[in-house]
């Protein structure tokens, strides 16, 4: 494993090079707002008709369309929807600078072949671990999200301390910058989200969920139990792991979670997890999600639907609108 920090990187190397970041939502605002209090020159690319133009500029950032602003830049960061860099490239490569580097957040436009970068181009990744959210607070707090980066494409042999730099200037060298392909991100990130972090953990919830409710349990109480509580789980592991966890619950707790977690994951949903990860590999689920796509969302639209209309949901919000203190 190879680890980067602020020691390793030169973020003057970035001091005559302006940074467009095509985008302004989760990614986008944390980045370039983090970029520009590094005292780095940042440009934001956006439709002038979109929802997030008049706010880059509330913010104090040049803001222009996406084919002006990737004009004179040495870098052009990517912080679109997935689903739409393919047709934002098409649209500004025209006026991309010869020798400029592409960079992304997530490898899935490159990896799974949706942009073929001009041969001139640099293109790397750096992937912060964690929401724009987050990108930013922690810098504003003198910390850092750490960061991966990986390098595809290499025609100025700068690729690399570009991408570093670029790190840096977001914060994220602080908290270390892990070396990793654009292979590897795209498909452990898409299947974090997909068996663990988003898919795993909303099925196991609502499964809990629904065996309580169809036990005859109140469906409050079963909310509380399942869905409230994971947060304080959550915390302790993302602050100490395993250990943490097991020293702040109960023996109880400790002895229900090993004999009872196993027989829950067992060997069949392990089995499932794998076939969810040969569907990332083998490019099943990128074509499936850009078919769906060009589809027009049919499918993500039904389930998305059934998903908030959910009883868990109803019973959810009468609950957390008591507890006034969960929005602040
Ligand atoms: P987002 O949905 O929050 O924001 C998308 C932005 O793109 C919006 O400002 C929108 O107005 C703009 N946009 C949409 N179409 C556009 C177009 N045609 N031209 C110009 N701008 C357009 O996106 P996000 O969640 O920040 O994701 C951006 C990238 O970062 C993705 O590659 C994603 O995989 C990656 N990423 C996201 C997270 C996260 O926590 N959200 C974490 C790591 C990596
Ligand atoms: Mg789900």
Known sequence: MRMY??????????????????????????HALNLRDSGLDVVVGLRRNGASFSKAEADGLKVMEPGEAVKGAAI???????????????????????????????????????????EDLDVALIAPKGPGGLVRRQYEEGHGVPCLVAVNQDA?????????????????????VIETTFAEETETDLFGEQAVLCGGATELIVAGFETLVEAGYQPEVAYY??????????????????????????DTAAYGDMVSGPRVVDDNSRAKMKDVLTDIQNGTFARNWIAENEAGMPEFKRMMQADLEHPIEKVGADLRARMDWLSE
């Open 5 to 30: 920090s602020e020691a390793d990187v030169d973020l003057s190397t970035l001091n005559d090079s302006r940074i467009a970041v095509l985008g302004y939502g989760s990614q986008g605002r944390a």
């Open 76 to 118: 052009v960061m990517f912080l679109t929807p997935d689903m739409v860099q393919k047709s934002l490239y098409a649209a500004v490569v025209d006026n991309i600078e010869q020798g400029a580097t592409l960079l992304f957040a997530h490898g899935f436009a490159i990896h799974y072949e949706q942009i073929t970068p001009r």
């Open 156 to 176: 100025t042999g700068n690729a690399l301390p570009v991408a570093l730099a670029y790190a840096a200037g977001i914060g994220g060298a602080r908290a270390g």
């Open 225 to 250: 139990e399942v869905m409230h509580e994971l947060k304080l789980i959550v915390d302790l592991l993302h602050e100490g792991g395993l250990k943490k966890m097991h020293k702040f619950i109960s």
